[in-house]
């Protein structure tokens, strides 16, 4: 990260440079930075940014995870200088602490996120069975597609969208703006009618 690209842009913006930055203290430095001073950030990112990115990298176990806390820790402070409270404790200690909690919400945000994505995988695979297994006797396409003109208009057009677009389940209700569980049983509904239908068309046949 370099702290010197942060960019704010306050109405009137200070023009005094601190003469030394390297020989004040980090509460001074964090003043200078509420006067929108960025060799005064740049200078307490040299002193602390090692830490907070050594802290959150090993937190969260991951070089670019860390590298967002890192960042996000100096631009906060960057923007919210008084938020820091001397009084309380040194700067490294708070920017220690923040850099602890955000990692572990970071932590817990990506693990949500990996969750959702396992589940709806499943939740795919699951609906990509269930709908080949629905149309496994369903191998003539062309009777198919007669059979499907026996059936009422919301079964019809459900089925034609999972058994010929090759939609899931979701996909078709997301498509038609149904519940899941209405298209579900709309489409074994109309394929218990066409399974009688070519089976009495068979015999016919036969």
Not at 161 to 178: I, K, S, W
Request: charged share 35%; glycine share 4%.
């Amino acid at each position: 990260m370099q702290a010197e690209s942060i960019q704010r842009n306050p109405q009137h913006r200070s023009k005094d440079t601190e003469p030394q930055l390297h020989e004040i203290s980090d509460a001074a430095l964090v003043v200078a930075v509420a006067r929108y001073n960025q060799d005064a950030l740049a200078e307490i990112f040299r002193r602390h940014g090692g830490a907070v990115h050594t802290l959150a990298k090993r937190v969260t176990r991951d070089q670019a995870l860390a590298e967002e806390v890192t960042q996000e820790l100096f631009v906060r402070l960057w923007n919210e200088p008084e938020r820091y409270d001397a009084g309380r404790g040194t700067l490294r200690t708070y920017l220690l602490m923040q850099t602890h909690r955000r990692s572990v919400d970071v932590i817990r945000s990506e693990e949500a996120r990996k969750r959702r994505e396992q589940n709806d995988s499943a939740a795919v695979t699951s609906t990509s069975y269930d709908i080949d297994h629905e149309f496994g006797d369903l191998a003539d396409r062309e009777a198919v597609r007669e059979a499907l003109q026996t059936l009422p208009r919301d079964e019809r057009k459900a089925i034609e969208l999972a058994f010929f677009d090759g939609l899931t389940y979701r996909e078709v209700a997301q498509r038609l703006e149904q519940p899941e569980g209405t298209v579900k049983t709309r489409i074994r509904s109309g394929l218990k009618r066409m399974n009688v239908t070519l089976s009495q068309w068979r015999a016919v046949e036969a």
